[in-house]
């Protein structure tokens, strides 16, 4: 019989204040995954709101300007307060120095730092909700983001404070995976989450200064009208666009590299495996992170821009399609003769290779010129970056923390109630935006708060898969929950896994180990190492 | 051609949208093709290998260089084609012919208005001759739009102070929806219009039609043509019936509710403020998405409007 170990990081020391000033990598990493699933719950709760006024054409639950708030607000919570901290600040500060044998990060500190730094960002965003909402799209283009009213500057002085957070996290990965590796590991015997991690905290560091330069130039065309962006003015009005898309490509694979990392740890585990082309992933990881800052240009093809400049980024494009091919192919053939154990964690594996297979494919479609020009701005792209962001990313996100769940809280869930959690999100999210490929490929355009009378069935259909998914969330979180207090405890090791995090107790001591890691056996080498599940 | 559209293509309205379909269709049997091969592999393995008892993995295999370039090369080679087929077809949707018919688009929140060679113009309804190539050079007075006609698979963004253009062909006479799809505020989603694709013939009457508006005939008469041709009718109904706007039914010389908790008669001079400064007084439980018609009204077409108007209120009257 399991039990949990007297004294654990989780109580010992006690009270709230040992919590606000903790410089424990894993407390950070929970008072993070409270705050970003908080936001996610928010981001959700807009989601259904668009849905529902989206039910019907003309007007159901809300009129048009707060229906572009709402659509605004959604994109924006999920994106910079949920999405592109997601899996690092969450899963990553928890099990990133157990991985790597650590007893913290390189810069306690200043991780620390970084959460606050989220939470300031959190509330001028919560602010500038309250005070005037924004319209603009999270893409705040311009000229409409100058000249609409509302409190866009503090949204993005918001997104520019959350912007440090970010490149915080980053530099502390970079330094705790050079500096503070266990004896024995080489950097080819590190687990791929890790690779992942790395390969996101250089984009994270490159990328999101870029960000934070266009923000100050939108507030300063805003503030004193600069004239940047402003035509009458000599400016360019494409050239924010240009700026923006210039961060928000390469944060794509912010959001979705870390995914790929979970994916990556599960499914050799569940499959009681080696992992199929360890260094051909592990190098893709850089390969996408590279070829991401050239790409920028494919949100732009019906702009105006130049047809050389729309020739080259659609060929960028895709190339930068084929390091994640390559991924799902390693992935696919890790399963080949494996052992494969239905748990949740796997099952989330799944629906992700699913669900990401397809956000990959229909991305061809509109890296393609041609095809590109019918497609954009509809809600062909709108279901194809939520099979990504969503189908990729949340998937991985959920997978992982079913995964580590039991690491870091020391309890399991309900097996049941967790296979019928996933069972509806995987149902709901498909009805849900499976609809949206053919509104799409009809020509509904997106952030449409009405639309023609032909596309009334299939924004029903995606209504009522909205139900689903919520149903869905709603049954995860309340078993989650309940298992904080009611789970069996788990044992350090449930679901007989090579690295180093399932070598301490779960939860793991304040300093992580007894007795310093030394790496006796690569990641998954299921081969030669010998353990079994415990669960 | 297609003209009725398929299961999730809308009709092929122009010449170059059976290209872009062929096309699509590729990607998409492309896609079916690498869908079935990794999920269809993965679902069998889930199946076939699934743990039962004891773990026993029959194979430890982790890398195969063979395999690993076969599928590496494979997939670069057929983007590669992709890439090709697309960048072409994109060329000649962006290069119009030299002899193609231009018209002038302006966009404006939330309105589309073409200027002809001819030097009249129409709002949110372009008429075009069939089996002719058209040029639109497009600009805009305020925020970015997108003009998007679904039936001819042609976008783009329409941007202030500089121009963008495109260009179709319809060879068949009908109508396809014009639709704005680059975000610009409230009334994005209501920034439609109609293309009406119509023979020589009749594009030539249209245009002298247009050229002479209202000649010969009487006021009411004429404002019941522009309230179609000027496309109030997308947002206003005669009939009692409420859209997007209010009705015209008994409209004039009723109480008008305004946003804010004020009244106004329904007078000539309301209706002409609504007209041309519609969000200086906004009708209670609306929204103010009417675009203004400032600069697109001559007088006399404004004078027919409201004698349009005021001829449904008075029909009321007459009833009681
Ligand atoms: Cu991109
Ligand atoms: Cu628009």
Same mark, same amino acid.
């Given at each position: 019989?399991n039990?949990?170990?007297?004294i654990?990081?989780l109580?010992?020391?006690?009270?709230?204040?040992?919590?606000l000033?903790?410089?424990d990598?894993?407390r950070?990493?929970v008072?993070?995954?409270?705050s970003?699933?908080?936001?996610?719950?928010?981001?959700?709760?807009?989601?259904?709101?668009?849905?529902?006024?989206?039910l019907t054409p003309?007007r159901?639950?809300?009129?048009?300007?707060t229906?572009n708030q709402?659509f605004?607000?959604?994109?924006a919570?999920m994106i910079?307060?949920?999405i592109i901290?997601?899996?690092?600040v969450?899963?990553?500060?928890?099990?990133?120095?157990?991985?790597?044998?650590?007893k913290d990060?390189?810069f306690p500190?200043?991780?620390?730092a970084s959460w606050?730094?989220y939470?300031?960002g959190a509330?001028?965003a919560?602010?500038?909700?309250?005070?005037?909402?924004?319209?603009?799209?999270?893409?705040?283009?311009t000229?409409y983001s100058t000249?609409?009213?509302g409190?866009?500057v503090?949204?993005t002085?918001?997104?520019?404070i959350l912007?440090?957070?970010?490149i915080?996290?980053?530099v502390?990965?970079?330094?705790t995976?050079?500096?503070?590796?266990?004896?024995g590991?080489?950097?080819?015997?590190m687990p791929?989450f890790i690779?992942s991690i790395y390969?996101?905290?250089i984009?994270q560091i490159?990328?999101t200064?870029?960000?934070?330069i266009t923000?100050i130039l939108?507030?300063l065309?805003?503030i004193v009208?600069?004239?940047?962006f402003?035509?009458?003015m000599?400016?360019?009005?494409?050239l924010?666009q240009h700026?923006?898309?210039?961060y928000s490509?390469?944060?794509?694979?912010?959001?979705?590299?870390?995914?790929?990392?979970v994916?990556?740890?599960?499914?050799?585990?569940?499959?009681?495996k080696?992992?199929?082309?360890?260094r051909?992933?592990a190098?893709?990881?850089?390969?996408?992170a590279?070829i991401s800052?050239l790409v920028w240009?494919?949100?732009m093809?019906?702009?105006g821009?130049s047809q050389l400049?729309?020739?080259i980024?659609?060929?960028?494009t895709?190339?930068v399609?084929?390091?994640?091919g390559v991924?799902v192919?390693n992935w696919?053939?890790?399963?080949?003769?494996?052992?494969?154990?239905?748990q949740?964690?796997?099952l989330?594996a799944f629906?992700?290779?699913?669900?990401?297979?397809i956000g990959?494919l229909t991305?061809?479609?509109?890296?393609?010129?041609?095809?590109d020009?019918?497609?954009?701005?509809t809600?062909?792209?709108v279901a194809h970056?939520?099979?990504?962001?969503m189908g990729?990313?949340?998937?991985?996100f959920l997978g992982?923390l079913h995964y580590?769940?039991?690491k870091?809280?020391?309890r399991m869930?309900?097996?049941?109630?967790?296979?019928?959690?996933?069972?509806?999100?995987?149902?709901?999210f498909?009805?849900?935006?499976l609809?949206q490929f053919?509104?799409g490929?009809?020509?509904m355009p997106?952030?449409y708060?009405?639309?023609l009378d032909?596309?009334?069935?299939l924004?029903?259909?995606?209504?009522v898969?909205?139900?689903?998914l919520a149903?869905?969330f709603?049954?995860?979180?309340i078993?989650?929950i309940?298992?904080?207090r009611?789970?069996?405890?788990a044992g350090?090791n449930?679901?007989?896994g090579?690295t180093?995090?399932w070598?301490t107790?779960s939860?793991?001591p304040?300093e992580?180990?007894q007795?310093?890691p030394v790496l006796t056996?690569g990641?998954?080498?299921y081969?030669?190492a010998?353990?079994k599940?415990t669960i | 051609?297609?003209?009725?559209?398929?299961l999730?293509?809308?009709?092929?309205?122009s010449t170059?949208?059976?290209?872009?379909?062929?096309?699509?269709?590729?990607?998409l049997y492309?896609?079916?093709?690498?869908?079935?091969?990794?999920?269809?592999?993965a679902?069998?393995?889930f199946?076939?290998?699934r743990?039962?008892?004891?773990?026993?993995p029959?194979s430890q295999v982790d890398h195969?260089i063979? =395999?690993e +370039? %076969?599928w590496? *090369?494979?997939p670069?080679?057929?983007?590669?084609? #992709?890439?090709f087929?697309?960048f072409?077809?994109?060329m000649?949707?962006?290069?119009a012919?030299?002899?193609?018919?231009?018209?002038?688009?302006?966009?404006?929140?939330w309105?589309w208005t073409f200027?002809y060679?001819?030097?009249i113009?129409?709002?949110?309804?372009l008429?075009?001759?069939?089996?002719?190539?058209i040029?639109?050079l497009?600009?805009?007075?305020?925020?970015?739009?997108?003009?998007f006609v679904?039936d001819?698979?042609?976008?783009?963004?329409?941007?202030?102070?500089?121009?963008?253009s495109?260009?179709f062909?319809?060879?068949?006479?009908g109508?396809h929806n014009i639709q704005?799809s680059?975000?610009?505020?409230?009334?994005?989603?209501?920034? =439609?219009? +109609? %293309?009406k694709? *119509?023979?020589d013939?009749?594009?030539t009457?249209w #245009?002298e039609?247009a050229?002479?508006?209202?000649?010969?005939?009487?006021?009411?008469?004429?404002?019941?043509?522009?309230f179609?041709s000027k496309?109030?009718?997308?947002c206003?109904?005669?009939?009692?019936?409420?859209?997007v706007?209010p009705s015209f039914?008994?409209?004039?010389g009723?109480?008008v509710y305004l946003?804010?908790?004020?009244?106004v008669?329904?007078?000539?001079?309301?209706?002409?403020?609504s007209i041309?400064?519609p969000?200086?007084k906004?009708v209670?439980?609306?929204?103010p998405?009417m675009?203004?018609?400032q600069?697109?009204?001559?007088?006399r077409?404004?004078?027919?409007?409201?004698?349009?108007?005021?001829?449904?209120?008075?029909?009321q009257g007459?009833?009681?």
């Amino acid at each position: 019989m399991n039990t949990i170990p007297e004294i654990n990081y989780l109580n010992h020391p006690k009270g709230i204040k040992s919590w606000l000033l903790t410089l424990d990598h894993k407390r950070i990493g929970v008072l993070y995954l409270v705050s970003i699933l908080t936001a996610f719950l928010l981001g959700g709760i807009f989601a259904v709101m668009i849905r529902l006024e989206l039910l019907t054409p003309g007007r159901d639950i809300m009129g048009p300007q707060t229906y572009n708030q709402i659509f605004t607000l959604h994109g924006a919570i999920m994106i910079f307060l949920f999405i592109i901290p997601g899996i690092p600040v969450a899963l990553g500060n928890v099990v990133l120095p157990l991985m790597l044998g650590a007893k913290d990060v390189a810069f306690p500190r200043l991780n620390l730092a970084s959460w606050y730094i989220y939470i300031v960002g959190a509330l001028v965003a919560l602010y500038a909700i309250f005070s005037g909402s924004v319209d603009t799209g999270w893409t705040f283009y311009t000229p409409y983001s100058t000249e609409t009213g509302g409190a866009v500057v503090a949204m993005t002085l918001a997104v520019f404070i959350l912007g440090f957070s970010s490149i915080f996290t980053g530099v502390n990965f970079v330094v705790t995976i050079h500096k503070l590796r266990a004896p024995g590991m080489t950097w080819f015997k590190m687990p791929l989450f890790i690779w992942s991690i790395y390969a996101t905290a250089i984009i994270q560091i490159m990328a999101t200064p870029v960000l934070g330069i266009t923000l100050i130039l939108l507030a300063l065309e805003r503030i004193v009208g600069i004239g940047i962006f402003d035509p009458a003015m000599g400016g360019d009005p494409v050239l924010f666009q240009h700026f923006f898309w210039f961060y928000s490509h390469p944060a794509v694979y912010i959001m979705i590299l870390p995914a790929m990392g979970v994916i990556s740890e599960l499914i050799p585990v569940f499959s009681h495996k080696k992992i199929f082309g360890y260094r051909a992933i592990a190098y893709s990881s850089f390969g996408i992170a590279f070829i991401s800052f050239l790409v920028w240009g494919h949100h732009m093809f019906i702009s105006g821009q130049s047809q050389l400049a729309s020739m080259i980024f659609s060929f960028l494009t895709f190339l930068v399609a084929i390091p994640s091919g390559v991924k799902v192919f390693n992935w696919t053939a890790t399963l080949y003769k494996g052992s494969i154990w239905l748990q949740t964690p796997m099952l989330y594996a799944f629906s992700f290779l699913f669900l990401f297979t397809i956000g990959g494919l229909t991305g061809l479609f509109l890296g393609t010129l041609a095809t590109d020009v019918h497609l954009t701005d509809t809600y062909f792209v709108v279901a194809h970056f939520h099979y990504v962001m969503m189908g990729g990313t949340v998937m991985a996100f959920l997978g992982g923390l079913h995964y580590w769940w039991p690491k870091m809280f020391g309890r399991m869930y309900s097996i049941k109630w967790s296979r019928i959690g996933t069972a509806l999100i995987f149902l709901g999210f498909n009805v849900t935006f499976l609809t949206q490929f053919v509104l799409g490929t009809k020509g509904m355009p997106r952030r449409y708060y009405t639309y023609l009378d032909q596309y009334r069935p299939l924004n029903f259909y995606s209504s009522v898969g909205s139900w689903i998914l919520a149903l869905g969330f709603i049954i995860t979180a309340i078993y989650l929950i309940h298992s904080l207090r009611k789970g069996k405890p788990a044992g350090n090791n449930p679901w007989g896994g090579l690295t180093l995090e399932w070598t301490t107790t779960s939860p793991p001591p304040t300093e992580n180990f007894q007795t310093p890691p030394v790496l006796t056996h690569g990641p998954y080498d299921y081969d030669t190492a010998d353990v079994k599940p415990t669960i | 051609m297609d003209t009725t559209g398929t299961l999730i293509m809308p009709p092929a309205g122009s010449t170059i949208a059976s290209e872009v379909d062929w096309l699509f269709y590729l990607i998409l049997y492309i896609s079916i093709f690498f869908f079935v091969l990794v999920v269809g592999a993965a679902t069998y393995f889930f199946i076939k290998y699934r743990r039962r008892g004891e773990i026993a993995p029959t194979s430890q295999v982790d890398h195969n260089i063979k =395999l690993e +370039i %076969v599928w590496t *090369v494979i997939p670069l080679a057929i983007v590669i084609i #992709l890439f090709f087929l697309g960048f072409s077809l994109y060329m000649r949707m962006n290069i119009a012919p030299k002899d193609a018919l231009e018209v002038k688009v302006t966009a404006q929140r939330w309105l589309w208005t073409f200027d002809y060679p001819t030097g009249i113009n129409s709002v949110n309804e372009l008429v075009v001759p069939a089996g002719k190539p058209i040029k639109l050079l497009m600009s805009s007075n305020d925020v970015i739009h997108s003009f998007f006609v679904p039936d001819f698979r042609v976008k783009m963004d329409v941007l202030p102070n500089r121009y963008t253009s495109v260009w179709f062909n319809a060879p068949y006479p009908g109508q396809h929806n014009i639709q704005c799809s680059e975000y610009c505020g409230k009334g994005h989603s209501e920034m =439609l219009g +109609i %293309v009406k694709v *119509v023979s020589d013939r009749e594009y030539t009457e249209w #245009l002298e039609s247009a050229a002479g508006p209202g000649e010969g005939i009487d006021l009411e008469s004429y404002g019941e043509q522009l309230f179609t041709s000027k496309r109030c009718v997308t947002c206003h109904t005669v009939d009692g019936s409420l859209n997007v706007g209010p009705s015209f039914l008994h409209l004039f010389g009723e109480n008008v509710y305004l946003q804010g908790g004020s009244q106004v008669r329904a007078d000539e001079n309301y209706l002409r403020e609504s007209i041309l400064a519609p969000e200086a007084k906004v009708v209670d439980g609306f929204e103010p998405v009417m675009p203004t018609y400032q600069g697109l009204l001559k007088p006399r077409d404004i004078d027919a409007l409201i004698a349009y108007i005021k001829s449904l209120g008075q029909e009321q009257g007459e009833q009681q």
